[in-house]
């Protein structure tokens, strides 16, 4: 599909559906959409179910999520799938994120799990990234994705108010405060959120 179609496509649509349940992660992508003057509505706000994550991939899983709400909804809908990669855990909790707050989402537990996995594998190695997918979807089939990390390392005990998930754990490369430490401007600044947003707005948003 060529850039002008693109831009037709999702730039011109009246309103995007963010394929979440997530609060936090709506909260953030309202805030990276606004300068660009699209409408949005939660999928909570519109009664979409979220469908169940099979995929193996952030990309995968963000696909599929952007898929059900553009699907649903008859709009175009941009779905994140996102999580932390602890390096000397192999990777977890990845795309597993979410899963290890367990029912309740509880992020005390979710931290306190990395934690004491960090612990019992003895490696002194704390580095970690944040990863995210960005998935566009328009109900006519089109689709795009766009991959976006932060590099850091992991603290103990969590530290901030701010943010959501992990963010009171993880301090980013360069600085010394946690992503919950720190001013939520200076996060949207840097995040793996933001750096999968810069590339969709290059090639979507970018008349
Ligand atoms: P999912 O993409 O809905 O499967 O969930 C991703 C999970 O990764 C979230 O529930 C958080 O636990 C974690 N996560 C993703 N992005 C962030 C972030 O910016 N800060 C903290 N935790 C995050």
Not at 67 to 95: F, H, M, Q, Y
């Amino acid at each position: 599909m060529d850039a002008v179609t693109i831009n037709r496509l999702f730039r011109k649509a009246p309103m995007w559906v963010i394929a979440s349940h997530n609060s936090g992660k709506i909260k953030e992508i309202a805030d990276l959409v606004r300068p660009f003057s699209i409408a949005v509505k939660g999928a909570g706000e519109l009664s979409i179910p979220e469908p169940e994550e099979t995929e193996k991939t952030f990309s995968g899983n963000a696909l599929l999520k952007a898929r059900a709400s553009a699907k649903a909804s008859g709009t175009v809908a941009l779905a994140d799938d996102s999580g932390l990669e602890v390096n000397a855990l192999g990777g977890d909790p990845g795309i597993y994120s979410a899963r290890w707050a367990g029912p309740d989402r509880d992020f005390q537990l979710a931290m306190r799990t990395v934690e004491e996995k960090l612990q019992a594998s003895g490696s002194p190695d704390r580095s970690a990234r944040f990863v995210c997918a960005l998935a566009l979807a328009h109900p006519d089939g089109a689709e795009l994705v766009f991959e976006g990390e932060v590099s850091g390392h992991l603290v103990w005990p969590p530290r901030g108010e701010n943010g959501f998930g992990y963010d009171p754990v993880f301090v980013p490369h360069g600085h010394e405060v946690t992503f919950g430490e720190m001013d939520p401007a200076a996060k949207h600044a840097m995040s793996h959120r933001a750096n999968a947003f810069r590339k969709l707005v290059t090639t979507v948003l970018t008349p």
